[in-house]
């Protein structure tokens, strides 16, 4: 029988109750725009949920967690994500709103709450066996994410699954199609509506739907309260006893602002919200739902999910060969492309395959953005972490937030044209704070690949001058002996 130690057990504890959580929220987030396409109700209430996320980021996680302790910030946070899909019972802006603002109130200390739980596992468990904390730390949040990564494997597939069984055919005509893709238009959605797979779904199939989200959340909401051990009481109470400043806390995330570099990167982390916000809202939307059906919403944001994990796992190992710069450049000219094309495209049922290809591709472009631009934050902002990962939250909720919102008034060929904009000027002012650190660097850039190969080229000269060096004195001393042993003789 395998032994599992405590801090281990905590662990798959902490990974599988954000795994059943998030393999609710996550099927509902995928299908919101579809599901509850009645006036836009689907799209405000993501919108409603960062808008909150936003608010409560800047103040309330150090507060929660300094009052109830890492494991009941984190059972409490998760029951205001699971009173989000309870109000999908009823869809209605009298349940979704309300309950949308809850969930984004407890987003934040949820997942302020499972850093912190993590990291002090990690160093109890370093501390306790002689081992290095920040390796046990690193090899701590691989198992979290390792298995929370799966949530969207298996809340579409949930989705997709019942509404491929319950969901009426679709009448689907070439009227309603070309109303679809880069046609759709806010003002088109009573003629959409035709297609019965888009608007039409009994109660009984809403109340299925919602009926195994909730358990599933409520199973990882007592996974957590009944399984999780407490904190130690001695560093609950060391933590409870320090002062905190809520207008402290907000004025650290704002005066980060005085600095330009972190105002430089505003557009391109506020571009990481809207690309997600396009994907998860619009394209689901307007060229799934519209064409196909939205029981292959699901099997789409599989597609999704499993290439960015993969991607993830690439582009990270790989940014030590080719630095930041040239990625990001990857990174741009492939979401540009996908752009143009998904612009260009008129979806049609039997181009099914087309279908999972634009999210494979969107999919390797923004596993730069979420593995690159947090590395960029911590590089750049190391000196003050706390703050600049505050930030990075922040304009991201601000680029989802702008994107469910304008999502109810503009045609698709308008978002992704400002999609394109919001892109190329990032990516701008992006090259000015590369420029400004080359400037700092004295002209030395070592995040860009020329220079990595300048660097390399520089060490291979040295150490064949260094060798030649060896080499010469070693002549000289092997001559000195010769001459040393002449004389002897």
């Given at each position: ?9 905590n662990i798959l504890i902490v990974s599988f109750g954000f795994l ?23 799209l405000a209430s993501l919108s409603v949920i960062y808008a909150a ?109 019942i509404f491929q069984y319950t969901s009426a055919k679709a009448n ?318």
């Amino acid at each position: 029988m395998i032994k599992i130690d405590r801090s281990t057990k905590n662990i798959l504890i902490v990974s599988f109750g954000f795994l059943l959580l998030f393999t609710a929220f996550g099927g509902l987030q995928s299908i919101q725009s579809s599901l509850n396409s009645d006036r836009g109700l689907g799209l405000a209430s993501l919108s409603v949920i960062y808008a909150a996320l936003i608010l409560s980021s800047m103040f309330l996680p150090p507060i929660m967690i300094k009052y109830f302790g890492c494991k009941w910030t984190i059972v409490i946070s998760m029951c205001c994500y699971v009173t989000f899909t309870i109000g999908n019972f009823y869809p209605s802006w009298y349940t979704l709103i309300p309950t949308a603002i809850i969930l984004g109130t407890g987003g934040a200390p949820l997942w302020s709450a499972k850093c912190t739980y993590l990291t002090t596992c990690g160093y109890r468990y370093a501390k306790n066996h002689n081992k290095i904390g920040e390796n046990i730390v690193n090899h701590y949040f691989g198992i979290f994410f390792l298995i929370f990564q799966s949530s969207a494997v298996w809340g579409n597939l949930l989705s997709s699954l019942i509404f491929q069984y319950t969901s009426a055919k679709a009448n689907i005509t070439d009227e309603i199609l070309s109303y679809c893709g880069p046609n759709n238009c806010p003002q088109y959605e009573v003629k959409t509506a035709r297609n019965v797979t888009s608007t039409q779904h009994s109660m009984s199939i809403i109340h299925t739907l919602s009926g195994i989200y909730t358990g599933v959340g409520v199973g990882g909401v007592l996974l957590v309260a009944f399984f999780l051990d407490h904190l130690d009481e001695q560093d609950r109470k060391q933590f409870k006893g320090k002062e905190i400043n809520v207008l402290s806390i907000l004025m650290a995330t704002l005066t980060h602002l005085k600095d330009k570099r972190q105002c430089l990167l505003i557009v391109m982390t506020m571009y990481s919200g809207f690309e997600q916000g396009f994907l998860a809202g619009d394209y689901t939307k307007a060229y799934v739902t519209c064409t196909i059906g939205i029981q292959f919403v699901g099997y789409v944001m599989i597609c999704f999910g499993a290439s960015n994990s993969i991607f993830s796992m690439i582009f990270g190992k790989m940014s030590r060969y080719t630095g930041r710069m040239s990625l990001f450049a990857f990174g741009t000219i492939t979401h540009l492309a996908t752009m143009i094309a998904i612009f260009l495209w008129q979806p049609r049922p039997e181009q099914l395959p087309v279908y999972f290809v634009f999210p494979s591709l969107w999919a390797m472009a923004d596993a730069v953005w979420q593995t690159q631009t947090n590395a960029l934050y911590g590089v750049l902002f190391l000196e003050n972490k706390a703050a600049a990962f505050a930030n990075y939250r922040l304009w991201e909720s601000v680029g989802f937030v702008t994107a469910f919102a304008y999502a109810n008034f503009l045609c698709i060929k308008i978002k992704l044209i400002i999609l394109m904009v919001i892109l190329l000027l990032g990516m701008v002012l992006y090259g000015i704070v590369e420029y400004i650190e080359y400037i700092r660097a004295n002209g030395e850039s070592p995040k860009s690949i020329s220079n990595i190969l300048h660097d390399e080229h520089l060490k291979t000269k040295k150490q064949e001058e260094v060798e030649e060096e060896a080499k010469e004195e070693t002549e000289t001393t092997d001559v000195k002996s010769i001459d040393e042993n002449d004389a002897e003789k």
